[in-house]
């Protein structure tokens, strides 16, 4: 049950949610998805959203392709497109099974890949993970680090329940549940606009151009944080604080670093819950 829960999501954020076992994540997490209605208050979604759940389904006779084919289809999308985008999601998350074998027969982690491959076919407003990284890998726990990376990178709106974030998922801000209610402020921002916290950080996603380039010694001359799960590829995603970008950007590529993107507070409709 909850209770005087308040939280507005922004696009292009990660936001986590914690608390004991109990305290309402999981419901929480179903309102946002649109799957569970509140008995009061309202709730402002995107028409769209991706969910994982924290219980899998484990009687599916459907095979792991058909089954991605038949998420994409309620989604509006193509089968070829599925089809070319489907492989590439579970080679990055390191599906050990063949894609024709049912989902009943596979193993926790290989479902877990499965299901999240789904969540993360296309682009949408709003993806909503309930402790996403059960059962998975170290291949595939990167891996979803990453896509969570990506995903809020394009402008999407990502809320993740789960126990262990701290060494791979960089977040925006955080909502803590105790008893049905949240204990500290929610996202970012709910702080930001009360007034009690400095303007959030930017996303700036950089490419070394050669060989031998310092990330992190160029993220800490300039106070940013290197995302741990790129933090071994030529690819830098670098939380950025507020007044530093231009800077950052400027000494970046005068040490031969390419700019791939930069994602500031915005990009998408907002999505509440």
């Known amino acids: 049950m909850l209770d005087g829960v308040d939280v507005t999501l922004h696009p292009a954020t990660?936001?986590?949610?914690?608390?004991?076992?109990?305290?309402?994540?999981?419901?929480?997490?179903?309102?946002?998805?649109?799957?569970?209605?509140?008995?009061?208050?309202?709730?402002?979604?995107?028409?769209?959203?991706?969910?994982?759940?924290?219980?899998?389904?484990?009687?599916?006779?459907?095979?792991?392709?058909?089954?991605?084919?038949?998420?994409?289809?309620?989604?509006?999308?193509?089968?070829?497109?599925?089809?070319?985008?489907?492989?590439?999601?579970?080679d990055r998350l390191g599906l050990d099974a063949?894609?024709?074998?049912?989902?009943?027969?596979?193993?926790?982690?290989?479902?877990?890949?499965?299901?999240?491959?789904?969540?993360?076919?296309?682009?949408?407003?709003?993806?909503?993970?309930?402790?996403?990284?059960?059962?998975l890998d170290d291949q595939g726990r990167v891996a979803l680090a990453e896509l969570v990376l990506d995903a809020a990178g394009a402008g999407s709106s990502v809320v993740a329940a789960v126990h262990d974030h701290e060494s791979l998922i960089e977040s925006h801000g955080a909502i803590e549940l105790r008893a049905g209610r949240t204990t500290a402020p929610g996202a970012r921002d709910t702080a930001r606009d009360a007034g009690s916290i400095a303007a959030p950080p930017t996303t700036v996603v950089v490419r070394a151009a050669r060989s031998g380039l310092d990330g992190a010694g160029l993220a800490a001359e300039h106070g940013a944080v290197v995302s741990p799960a790129a933090a071994t590829s030529p690819t830098l995603a670098l939380s950025v604080p507020a007044g530093a970008v231009d800077a950052l950007l400027a000494d970046a590529l005068a040490r031969g670093w390419s700019v791939v993107r930069v994602v500031p507070d915005g990009g998408v409709p907002e999505a509440r819950a």
């Open 14 to 90: 990660t936001t986590i949610v914690s608390g004991e076992n109990g305290s309402g994540k999981s419901t929480l997490l179903r309102v946002m998805a649109g799957l569970s209605r509140p008995t009061s208050g309202e709730v402002h979604r995107p028409h769209v959203a991706s969910y994982v759940p924290e219980r899998q389904p484990e009687g599916l006779d459907v095979g792991v392709s058909s089954y991605l084919s038949s998420m994409g289809s309620l989604r509006g999308l193509a089968a070829d497109l599925v089809a070319a985008t489907a492989p590439t999601l579970l």
């Open 98 to 135: 063949d894609p024709r074998t049912p989902l009943r027969y596979l193993s926790k982690g290989n479902r877990q890949k499965v299901l999240l491959a789904q969540a993360f076919l296309t682009p949408v407003p709003l993806i909503v993970l309930d402790e996403p990284f059960s059962g």
